[in-house]
């Protein structure tokens, strides 16, 4: 399987984001992200990996678009996958080592790389998008 956007996660920083998944919305919420960035600062600044598979090849995403194996530790089972990217972890190689009891059932994983991004792209100054 080819891996669009393959990335190299940087596996000493702790840095994740979490989607809070509106039910009925294409938006989300963000629960917030762990040092050092503010994703909810972001709306609208992130692309979901579905979105570019459909965008680059014109169909839906699958299951098997992702990674077979956990980012962290290379192993498989159990794995929730970034909205942002083809990456996958085991939530308690991610997530709970920050989150006492992990995801909710309505939230969303936005990994490590996807959070910088989403930093790099959407931090700074966007003119006109000053919060109310
Ligand atoms: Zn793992
Ligand atoms: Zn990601």
Redesign the pocket.
Same mark, same amino acid.
């Given at each position: 399987m080819e891996r669009r956007r393959g990335k190299n996660p940087s596996n000493n920083v702790p840095l994740f984001g979490i989607a809070l998944k509106k039910r009925g919305s294409a938006g989300y919420e963000y629960r917030g992200v762990f040092a050092p960035y503010d994703l909810r600062e972001m709306e609208g600044n992130f692309e979901r990996f579905e979105q570019l598979v459909e965008q680059q090849e014109g169909r839906k995403a699958r299951a098997d678009d992702w990674n077979d194996f956990c980012e962290k530790c290379g192993k498989k089972g159990g794995l929730t996958m !970034? /909205?942002? !990217?083809n /990456?996958v972890f085991h939530e308690r190689c991610l997530v709970s080592k920050v989150i006492d009891g992990g995801l909710k059932r309505n939230e969303e994983l936005?990994?490590p790389? !996807?959070a910088k991004d989403m930093h790099e792209k959407g931090g700074g100054e966007r003119g006109g998008a000053s919060r109310q």
């Amino acid at each position: 399987m080819e891996r669009r956007r393959g990335k190299n996660p940087s596996n000493n920083v702790p840095l994740f984001g979490i989607a809070l998944k509106k039910r009925g919305s294409a938006g989300y919420e963000y629960r917030g992200v762990f040092a050092p960035y503010d994703l909810r600062e972001m709306e609208g600044n992130f692309e979901r990996f579905e979105q570019l598979v459909e965008q680059q090849e014109g169909r839906k995403a699958r299951a098997d678009d992702w990674n077979d194996f956990c980012e962290k530790c290379g192993k498989k089972g159990g794995l929730t996958m !970034c /909205l942002g !990217c083809n /990456l996958v972890f085991h939530e308690r190689c991610l997530v709970s080592k920050v989150i006492d009891g992990g995801l909710k059932r309505n939230e969303e994983l936005i990994c490590p790389d !996807c959070a910088k991004d989403m930093h790099e792209k959407g931090g700074g100054e966007r003119g006109g998008a000053s919060r109310q």
